[in-house]
């Protein structure tokens, strides 16, 4: 096997290494951890003449002397349980005390404090602060935190990742208090349409307004569900969600919010039986229970736990199904407990195959299949029922372009927040990118038109042939979302052409006058 060298710069000297393009990934991080003298903590970053980022693997692309690469070593990798600040050699304590002095000192000889100590102040607050919210990543660089034993622990807003008992007990005082309030016809209205503002509603407003969906659909009464139970368990649905960008309890509702719309635009009642409007609400509640962030592709080329647990197949889903029957299994969230054992193990069966279809590995097998049965779709026959149950929660599922514009395009920021992270993390891995997923080749108006054209339409336009009734309010919204983002896309092309062509200009411009001095 060949070799290759690569060339690069550490700490202003040029250095080269030579490896096979065979070798372990592992031996080829170590040559340069050598030539960077780091140590076995240290992270190190390899950056190209334009300052992208390189993967240090043995598929690193060639160079020359004249191309060299940058290496940098940018954080440590802080193992252990000890507390990151003490082990970067900082007591924040005692500089808060000795600041604290300081200031009370300043304050008393001088009556103000100087603009000086109040910065001085600010900055200490602000280091604390990143010392406190960098469970798996730092300022510095990230590093892995596999101290859990599963995949990296997700980073999106510092408040939520410091979200603690005492946060949720005063989220769970409050939707205790808000549910002693009734709900007025006109939100109960609203709630039902597909047209939903989330940004509006708080998770303890949202908690209630997810009780009222059982209660608006006689739950409590057929399925004998006692409200302390279903309080309990919706407390508990919402913190085994975590605070990530896209896959949070926010999502959750807004999939049910959409599973109890679309329950009410087609009369499912009328066309299922209770159990199976039971199944389809509890699952869409639950079926992203415990997502950490990155999705079945990072699980599995990470070999996470979760990938080697459930062997490659649908590991985050069976994770959300896992959670799902765990928190059911605690008697005071039990809101199963009296339905018979034929009717849980419905109930059961139901969630699973519900939830598991959620997999997008699976969507064009499950969509196929449905429109195969379009012509002889019998409700009564179990099969197509199912298949029936499992479309409607996919489409709940995929559903934020139903909704009006302000709603819809924040969410699609927080996917590609999600999808930015997770792809960052890779490339520093050394595993496989998706193109969408990167933040260097992907667009919000270029993932959208992809993601309309051949995934939402197809599904919604299946499930229009046998429910027509969707046509107004959930296809022709997702059309006119694809003509926006197209639009949009096509807006960026010209704006780009037009820089090009100016940019042009400048240089034949800068060459035109070059050349007249010359001659003059």
Same mark, same amino acid.
């Given at each position: ?12 000297? !040029? ?29 190190l970053?390899l ?19 004249d191309?060299?690469?940058t290496?940098?070593v ?5 193992p252990?349980?000890?507390p ?11 500089i ?13 000889e ?14 200490v ?56 309030v009734?709900i007025t016809?006109e ?10 503002d989330?940004?509006?509603?708080d ?7 997810l ?9 409590l ?24 960008p896209?896959h ?22 009328s ?6 409007v ?5 699952s ?31 590991p ?19 809101? /199963?407990? !009296?339905?018979t ?18 997999d ?8 196929? !299949?449905?429109?195969?049965l379009?012509?002889?779709f019998d ?8 298949? /029936?149950?499992?479309?409607? /929660?996919?489409?709940?599922?995929i ?31 050394? /595993? ?8 260097e080749?992907?667009?919000?108006s ?12 197809p ?8 429910l ?6 959930i ?6 979302a ?8 096509k807006?960026?092309?010209e704006e780009k052409?037009r !820089? ?5 200009s ?11 001095d010359?001659?003059?």
């Amino acid at each position: 096997m060949a070799t290759k060298v690569i060339y690069f710069t550490v700490d202003g000297c !040029n250095e080269q290494a030579e490896f096979r393009s065979d070798d372990p990934p592992d031996d080829v991080k170590e040559t340069f951890r050598s030539a960077a003298e780091a140590g076995p903590n240290d992270i190190l970053k390899l950056y190209n003449a334009k300052g992208n980022l390189i993967n240090i693997s043995p598929r690193i692309p060639d160079n020359t002397p004249d191309t060299r690469y940058t290496l940098d070593v940018v954080a440590a990798q802080c193992p252990g349980d000890v507390p990151l600040a003490e082990q970067l050699g900082f007591d924040i304590g005692a500089i808060e005390k000795r600041l604290q002095a300081l200031e009370k000192r300043v304050f008393i000889e001088n009556g103000d404090l100087p603009s000086s100590v109040l910065s001085i102040h600010t900055k200490v607050e602000e280091f604390k602060n990143k010392l406190q919210g960098v469970e798996h990543l730092s300022w510095l660089g990230l590093f892995k935190d596999i101290s859990s034993g599963t995949s990296l622990q997700p980073f999106w807003d510092k408040k939520s990742l410091q979200r603690d008992t005492d946060h949720d007990k005063h989220i769970y005082d409050k939707y205790i208090r808000m549910s002693q309030v009734q709900i007025t016809d006109e939100v109960r209205q609203y709630l039902r349409k597909p047209t939903f503002d989330n940004w509006q509603w708080d998770e303890p407003e949202m908690l209630v307004l997810l009780q009222q969906m059982y209660i608006d659909l006689g739950f409590l009464t057929k399925f004998n569900i006692e409200l302390p139970i279903l309080q309990n368990w919706l407390f508990e649905i919402y913190r085994n969600y975590n605070p990530v960008p896209f896959h949070n309890f926010k999502h959750c509702f807004m999939v049910t919010q959409m599973m109890y719309g679309l329950t009410w635009l087609v009369d499912l009642p009328s066309m299922v039986d209770d159990i199976d409007v039971l199944i389809l609400l509890t699952s869409a509640i639950c079926h992203d229970l415990g997502h950490p962030g990155y999705n079945n592709a990072y699980q599995i080329n990470a070999k996470t736990e979760l990938a080697l647990r459930y062997n490659d197949i649908s590991p985050l889903e069976n994770h959300h199904c896992s959670i799902a029957f765990e928190i059911l299994e605690k008697p005071n969230c039990n809101i /199963l407990a !009296n339905l018979t054992k034929d009717q849980y193990r419905r109930v059961r069966e139901g969630m699973i195959k519900c939830i598991l279809a959620t997999d997008m590995a699976k969507h064009n097998e499950i969509v196929n !299949n449905f429109k195969a049965l379009l012509d002889v779709f019998d409700v009564n026959n179990k099969e197509h029922k199912y298949l /029936l149950l499992m479309i409607l /929660l996919k489409t709940a599922d995929i559903s934020n372009e139903v909704r009006p514009l302000e709603v819809a395009e924040p969410w699609i920021e927080c996917l590609l927040e999600e999808f930015f992270i997770q792809s960052d993390i890779e490339k520093l891995e050394g /595993l496989p990118v998706a193109p969408f997923m990167d933040r260097e080749k992907v667009t919000k108006s270029s993932s959208q038109i992809g993601f309309i054209k051949y995934v939402l339409l197809p599904l919604f336009e299946a499930l229009g042939q046998l429910l027509p009734v969707i046509e107004k309010d959930i296809i022709g919204p997702v059309r006119n979302a694809l003509d926006y983002y197209t639009q949009m896309q096509k807006a960026m092309e010209e704006e780009k052409e037009r !820089n090009a062509s100016n940019e042009k200009s400048k240089q034949n411009g800068l060459t035109n006058k070059v050349k007249g001095d010359i001659k003059v």
